[in-house]
């Protein structure tokens, strides 16, 4: 496989990933962005914790979804998610989960 044709395979999932997320987006209450990974759930825990003097975060998502394009499957029952960099989440009004066509 050529790099044109690994690039053209890489932006044809990413676009794929977008188009689900637009549709799966209206199904979520939560908004969950790490340093690695975007989430979608209808549930969240955070806890702050520290360990030796340094603070991380305790994320437990119920209802999720993953945004990554290569996971096969990224409707997950829970996830747990540990970091050490800052945590951001969101809830959305309904009004913004409504995509533009």
Do not use: C
Not at 32 to 53: C, I, W
Not at 74 to 101: H, Q, Y
Request: charged share 30%; glycine share 2%.
């Amino acid at each position: 496989m050529g790099h044109d044709e690994v690039e053209n395979y890489e932006n044809n999932q990413e676009l794929a990933l977008f188009r689900e997320y637009r549709d799966v987006v209206p199904l979520f209450r939560y908004v969950v962005e790490t340093e690695r990974r975007f989430y979608l759930a209808n549930q969240v825990d955070v806890q702050a914790r520290s360990t030796g003097g340094e603070v991380f975060f305790d994320i437990e998502l119920t209802d999720a979804w993953v945004w990554d394009i290569y996971r096969s499957s990224r409707f997950v029952k829970s996830v747990r998610v540990i970091t050490f960099k800052d945590v951001n989440v969101e809830e959305l009004a309904k009004s913004e989960l409504d995509m533009p066509n």
